[in-house]
Structures are given as C-alpha cells and as structure tokens.
Nanobody
Framework: QLQLVESGGGLVQPGGSLRLSCAAS????????IGWFRQAPGKEHEGVSC????????YYADSVKGRFTISRDNAKNTVYLQMNSLKPEDTAVYYC?????????????????WGQGTQVTVSS
C-alpha cells in the first residue's frame, strides 16, 4: 500500500551527496523496520539499506557500504538515507518501505507499505 512519502532526490555530480527522507503521516515509523530500495530503468528492485525497529540495527548492501548511512528521527517520524560519494551507478528511483520484517536483506515483497519514490541522478 502507498503510505509513505520519499523526498530529497535530485541531480548531483559524481562524488556529491544527497539526503533522502521517508515520512509517514498515518502511523509511527519507529514501530517498523524501514528499508530503502532502488530501481534503475529496466532493472529489478535492489535492496540498499534498512534499519530495524527496537534496537535500530542497520543493514547495507555491499554496493553502498561505507558511503550510505540510514538513520531515524523519531520526533519527526522520519527515516533518512544519507548518500555520500555518489557514483553514476547509484542513479535510480529510490523507494522506502515499512514492514514488520527484521532480516536486513529481506525482499521488497515482505514489506507492508511503500512510497512513490524519488529520483536520484548522478551525472557530470
């Protein structure tokens, strides 16, 4: 179900940074595992990162490890994805998803809610 709103995407040069936000108005995100996924044209959804409820443990795909950071601001009911050292291959539509799953590499279909996505383009 479309219950989340992503923002913060845009055009950035290689090596630049963006911070994506994921927000919900109908429920509190701190009760859910939040995952970030991305989809490039003609490609399948790729899991990028997730942060669990409770202890807030995090997971990162090998392709973004060391460059991306996922975090929560519970007071703002928002989850962020800080993306640094961006590469052209990071270009995609980025989606956030919320669910009760706890596995860091859980596929998108195991989540309960998702958003429309925000476009990230990395190009010189």
């Amino acid at each position: 179900q479309l219950q989340l709103v992503e923002s913060g995407g845009g055009l950035v040069q290689p090596g630049g940074s963006l911070r994506l936000s994921c927000a919900a108005s109908t429920f509190t995100l701190d009760l859910y595992t939040i995952g970030w996924f991305r989809q490039a044209p003609g490609k399948e959804h790729e899991g990028v990162s997730c942060i669990s409820s409770g202890d807030g443990s995090t997971y990162y795909a090998d392709s973004v490890k060391g460059r991306f950071t996922i975090s929560r601001d519970n007071a703002k009911n928002t989850v962020y994805l800080q993306m640094n050292s961006l590469k052209p291959e990071d270009t995609a539509v980025y989606y956030c998803a919320a669910g009760t799953v706890v596995a860091g590499d859980a596929p998108l279909y195991e989540y309960d809610y998702w958003g429309q996505g925000t476009q990230v383009t990395v190009s010189s």
